[in-house]
């Protein structure tokens, strides 16, 4: 801690005031000089001992003004009348604690938002700029000198979310050296990554890159994976979160089972696989979701096994056929809580697809040969339920004519306003591969193509020499309906109409195809509010994650110590996620690395004595930061909770809580400084 | 229930039958309609082609005048989509539009009137039988159910579009008239032209364009197995029944699908006749569609138990709950 | 057309074509409702005033509940209709005198006239097509489904007096 300056000089303060230039955005309007002098010479009783005024006191230079005029004339607290301190603040309080001075004794006064920027009237800008200037000084004769709170940081860190922007954060941070708990509601990890087929641009494997690193993050010493778990509660503030996790029951027991696989090939009871396979599948009432599954442990749904459906007590196949001795399979197994403590947690809960059926015109759910994106990848996967023959739904025949349609879902204020970032490439992909399978005509309906990445408009070129058709049109509607008996006999039954604008011939068209794909966006998860609720952040209107800030802050959050990272934030393409884990990975080992956390003391505290017991104040806390000492019937605020937001204080009818930073007494002396009637000039406020 | 009611000028002669039925039904279904003492015409699609504030006013006149004569009930009620439509519109946008409200209140003032937006709930009929009477209610006034008849729903547009204040579940594939005919004991056939245009006006301005439609909607209605049409607007039933005869001579086919009001039907089933009703007055006659309605309910096909799926089976189909 | 009602940000336009996309008369505009919003966005007045395509529009309403930006471009094709007769630019002289005629009669009896109506209008534009219709005709009349002489309603002095108001407040709104 820097030491601080002793009051000099008859026990007086010493005050420095800065005015700033800003270069003309405060000088154009307020006159800085006038503002400067007002300070030294009428607020010289107030212990102010200089005033200057520069073009930028932001910049080193400007810095270097106030360290001087620190050592030189032994000021004691500072006051910078400039732009907003969600700027500048803690670039001023550094200034004051490398040279000395208690940072909390620095304050600014907004003379560019508050003044400059909404004031066109120069004399009435720079009279109002005095009186502010005036309350900050009186303002900051009351600071007292605070301490930040330092709290540690537990070494542990939870990655919610087992796709491949939390594989990828959990495994530099295991590789860093450090535990983590990767926690994946599925029965295994990889996420939407593991149904597609190809990835575009480069056309990998899905599987063949992402397996590697699903099967190090589980294999790795450092990572604790808890599959077919949920996150039930967490509790504490950054560097001590106390987190309780439900494993969901497998009716399997994991520390026996083999993974051999025999139960799943005896069940016989086959179920549509409406998560994994996208409902073009089937798998068994005992399962795991696909061959490369991590862990290889399978899972027992009760929702369609016979032992728990249909009141005759079961096959019982697994169980008769399970090799282990003991048997693995545990009908009456229970859920279980694990209680674990982590210090930061990253969120990496991914996204959902948008339901193609709300939008009726398209025929989804209707129409039999209309599917969507995630129903194609599986069709296109190898190890998919067509074995990677891209068929129509009758299961044999190939389609000659396929239709992609773009947007579906997406930069429609019907259904999503944004852009889902990802689902032109998909379609170009989507397009390559079923052209390269069947030889069919595909016609991609789109309004714009966005390629923005790496190779991206190459890969788009790529498509275009492969012969496929591009409509500029938002499709209108996809019917089986002809329009006349003309249009049905040149295309026989079973073909299907996209009825759309051709924008750039400028004439409607039926363009009859067999099978049309629909390229549905990306959505929040269903559940990411009550997620969201669950780890003390925010979601946007449109359902994703807010992060701290939209450009320079993407990977933290409002709450200290909850990261997110990948698509839970935003739809993007599998190299952004991947980077988000890893920035995600590298904010949390700073932490950890520096072993604790300075937090702001701005906080709200209660005066004991004064404190009532009326507990109104309790419920009111956003940050959860504020309970009940039954034994002395007094309200008590967890300091590192506490965000400072003011409500309790402004709650309390006994005035027993005061916002440190923001004391009555601070505030008043403020107003006090503001309504100082200066005489000689109008007051304007 | 209580509701103001606006007829239209098509439901005075063209429509009468879809009028007569209506009247016919109102104490089956509790249905006290209080007709607006003279009303005049809502400007169908023609009015507000060429003049804008003095079509709302046009229609603010009827609105106004149903605001001042309601008695115990807010709820207007139109039978005919489009003087529906216009009703709702003017009100919505009299409500959204503060300028407008202003300036179609001052003309209605010219007359002696005022119409303070949203003070009259608009509501087309279909809306009212299914969402407040109720399907339970209509059934249990059923006495002669209309088993064994299929029937296609046709919505057409200006119901369930632009639907101001969202009272259908659907823009594109509405439901509620089709249960309103399956708890008349008859069966709505799956057919997805439900909302597609009938061709308005062009019947007489662009007569290719209409014909076109119309056929669209004759042959699909056919192709879905429908032994006749269910209509809730004079303009569609004009143009599915009176121009279906036109359009037949246009392409030389011989299409014979009766076209009827929701009412008409609803009248069947409560035992009425068919002269109360003004079954007869259609241009391609409903008797022969009407004498396949059967005194029994047909039978239901027994589900097949599902087998287990085998390789080159079909791929399953997403669900549609 | 500002003025149309709900704002119709037409600045918002994305050029998608899901209006011409959904248009029941499409084929036969000249201009698609989607290209007409380019041609008003790049000032061809004379252009869109003269096209067949605002009186084409059935009203059906399918490219407003489609419109991804939610533009109320069936109220817009109302909007460019009144226009086209104020400035008296059309392309067929017989579509927007199909609405006029309809005016005429609601502003002189308070109800409309099928009878009066469709003989007035094929008279001028149509007249052979009168006896083609002679036989739908008679079949209305012979279902009692025609009137033969229009109803006024009672209140005429009072609808002439709001339609005049609003008439002359046309345009300030």
């Known amino acids: 801690m820097a030491k601080q300056n002793k009051p000099e000089r008859d026990g007086q303060e010493r005050i420095g005031v800065y005015v700033c230039h800003c270069g003309t955005n405060i000088a154009g309007v307020v006159d800085v000089e006038s503002v400067a002098k007002f300070a030294a010479e009428d607020l010289k009783d107030r212990g102010v001992v200089l005033a200057r005024d520069y073009t930028f006191m932001c910049s080193v230079a400007g810095q270097e003004l ?296 398209y025929g989804y759910g209707r129409l039999a040969n209309v599917f969507t994106n995630l129903e194609l990848e599986r069709m296109c996967n190898a190890a998919g339920p067509t074995g990677g023959k891209v068929v129509m739904r009758d299961g044999q025949s190939a389609p000659k004519r396929v239709a992609i349609i773009h947007c579906v879902g997406s930069r429609d204020r019907n259904y999503n306003r944004h852009c889902s970032a990802i689902c032109c490439m998909q379609s170009l992909k989507l397009a390559h591969l079923v052209k390269e399978r069947t030889g069919a005509e595909v016609y991609n309906f789109y309004i714009d193509i966005r390629t923005p990445g790496k190779e991206y408009d190459e890969f788009y070129q790529r498509v275009l020499d492969d012969g496929v058709h591009f409509v500029r049109g938002k499709v209108a509607e996809v019917t089986d309906i002809p329009f006349d008996p003309a249009e049905a006999s040149r295309n026989g039954s079973g073909a299907l109409y996209v009825q759309v604008e051709d924008t750039l011939a400028g004439l409607q068209r039926r363009v009859p195809v067999d099978m049309v794909v629909l390229s549905a966006g990306l959505e929040p998860r269903r559940d990411s509010s009550e997620v969201g609720k669950t780890f003390g952040i925010a979601c946007s209107t449109s359902g994703w994650f807010i992060e701290k800030h939209a450009k320079m802050d993407p990977i933290a959050t409002m709450t200290e110590g909850v990261f997110i990272a990948g698509c839970a934030a935003g739809p993007k393409d ?112 | 229930m209580k509701a103001l009611f606006y007829p239209g000028c098509s439901m005075q002669k063209n429509a009468r039958p879809y009028l007569d039925s209506l009247l016919a039904i109102r104490e089956d279904i509790d249905l006290e309609l209080q007709e607006i003492e003279d009303w005049n015409c809502c400007g169908a699609t023609e009015y507000m082609s060429v003049h804008r504030v003095a079509a709302h006013s046009l229609v603010g006149r009827n609105l106004a005048l149903a605001q001042d004569q309601a008695r115990d009930t807010d709820v207007l009620t139109a039978g005919c989509s489009a003087c529906y439509l216009n009703l709702a519109k003017t009100d919505a946008q009299m409500r959204e539009d503060a300028r407008l409200k202003v300036t179609v209140n001052a003309a209605l003032a010219a007359g002696g009137l005022e119409y303070k937006p949203g003070s009259m709930k608009v509501r087309h009929l279909l809306d009212l039988v299914c969402h407040d009477i109720g399907y339970e209610a209509v059934k249990a006034r059923v006495v002669k159910p209309l088993h064994g008849l299929k ?26 008239m089709d249960k309103l005919l399956a708890a008349l004991g008859a069966e709505p056939v799956d057919w997805a032209l439900k909302t597609q245009c009938c061709g308005g006006h062009m019947t007489v301005i662009g007569p290719d364009v209409a014909f076109g439609l119309i056929r669209r909607l004759i042959h699909g209605a056919q192709e879905a197995g429908a032994d006749l049409v269910v209509t809730l607007c004079p303009m569609c039933q004009l143009n599915l029944d009176a121009y279906q005869v036109e359009m037949n001579k246009h392409f030389h086919t011989d299409y014979r699908v009766p076209v009827l009001y929701f009412t008409q039907l609803m009248g069947m089933a409560f035992g009425k006749t068919a002269k109360d009703l003004g079954i007869g007055k259609e241009f391609v006659a409903a008797a022969p569609a009407l004498a396949k309605i059967q005194a029994e309910a047909p039978k239901v096909a027994e589900t097949k138990r599902k087998r287990r799926p085998k390789p080159g089976d079909a791929l399953p189909m997403p669900g549609m709950e | 057309m500002a003025s149309t009602p709900g704002n119709n940000r037409l600045d918002h336009c994305i050029q998608c074509g899901s209006c011409g996309g959904s248009c029941p008369s499409g084929p036969e505009m000249d201009h698609t409702p989607r290209r007409l919003f380019a041609l008003i966005r790049a000032g061809e007045r004379d252009t869109v005033l003269r096209s067949n395509a605002p009186w084409y529009c059935v009203s059906c309403y399918y490219c407003t509940v489609r419109c991804p930006q939610e533009i109320h471009i069936t109220d817009v094709m109302y909007t460019l209709k009144s226009m086209a007769i104020k400035a008296g630019l059309f392309h067929d002289a017989a579509l927007p005198d199909f609405s006029e005629t309809f005016v005429d009669y609601v502003e002189k009896y308070g109800r409309s006239f099928e009878l009066g109506i469709a003989t007035r209008f094929n008279l001028r534009h149509h007249p052979l097509s009168l006896a083609g219709m002679a036989p739908m005709g008679l079949g209305m009349l012979k279902r009692g489904r025609m009137d033969l002489t229009p109803h006024r309603i009672d209140g005429m002095a009072q609808l002439t007096a709001i339609l005049e108001k609003a008439k002359a407040l046309e345009g300030t709104s």
């Not at chain 1, 026996?256 to 409406?274: A, H, Q, R, S, Y």
């Not at chain 1, 000492?629 to 909770?641: F, G, M, P, S």
């Open chain 1, 574 to 685: 599998i190299p952004a996620s991947v980077s988000q884990g890893s920035a995600a990975a590298a904010r949390v080992l700073n932490y950890i690395r520096q072993g604790e956390l300075a937090l702001e003391p701005v906080r709200a505290s209660v005066l004991a004595e004064q404190c009532s017991g009326c507990r109104i104040c309790n419920g009111l806390c956003p940050f959860n930061a504020i309970s009940f000492i039954e034994e002395r019937k007094v309200t008590e605020i967890n300091a590192a909770l506490c965000q400072g937001c003011g409500t309790c204080v402004a709650a309390c009818p006994a005035g027993a809580i005061q916002g440190t930073g923001f004391s009555n007494e601070q505030l008043f002396a403020q107003i006090e400084g503001l309504l100082r009637d200066f005489s000689r000039e109008p007051e304007v406020v």
């Open chain 1, 66 to 361: 106030i360290e001087q005029d620190i050592h030189e004339q032994q000021l004691t607290r500072v006051v910078v009348a400039a732009c907003s301190p969600h700027l500048h603040e803690k670039t001023f309080r550094g200034v004051c604690e490398r040279s000395g001075v208690n940072p909390y004794l620095s304050e600014m006064a907004s003379i560019r938002e508050h003044v400059a920027w909404v004031h066109t009237d120069k004399a009435a800008a720079t009279a109002k700029a005095k009186a502010i200037v005036s309350g900050t000084v009186e303002r900051v004769l009351k600071n007292d000198p605070l301490e930040a709170i330092k709290v540690p940081i537990d070494a542990q860190t939870l990655v919610v979310g087992g796709g491949i922007a939390g594989i990828q954060a959990a495994l530099e941070v295991a590789e860093a050296g450090y535990e983590v708990v990767l926690v994946e509601r599925e029965a295994s990890l990889g996420g939407h990554m593991a149904q597609f087929d190809k990835t575009f641009p480069t056309l990998d494997c899905a599987a063949c890159i992402l397996t590697p690193k699903m099967a190090a993050a589980g294999s790795h010493p450092k990572i604790h994976l808890f599959t077919w778990s949920e996150v039930e509660k967490v509790e504490g503030y950054v560097g001590n979160y106390t987190v309780t996790v439900k494993k969901k029951p497998r009716y399997v027991d994991e520390d026996i089972c083999t993974g051999c696989g025999i139960c799943v090939e005896k069940c016989p009871i086959l179920v549509v696989d409406d998560k994994f396979e996208a409902g073009i599948g089937y798998r068994k009432a005992i399962y795991w979701p696909f061959a490369q599954a991590v862990p290889n442990l399978p899972v027992l749904d009760t929702e369609t096994c016979t032992y728990y459906v249909g009141g005759k007590g079961g096959c019982k196949a697994c169980e008769k056929f399970c090799p282990t001795v003991p048997n693995s399979i545990k009908f009456d197994q229970k859920a279980e809580r694990v209680t674990l403590r982590v210090g930061n947690i990253i969120l990496a809960t991914g996204w959902d697809l948008f339901d193609a059926r709300r939008i009726p015109q």
């Open chain 2, 151 to 176: 029937v296609a729903a046709y919505y057409g547009c200006q119901v369930v579009r632009p639907d101001y204040d969202g009272h259908w579940d659907n823009h594109e594939h509405p439901t509620s």
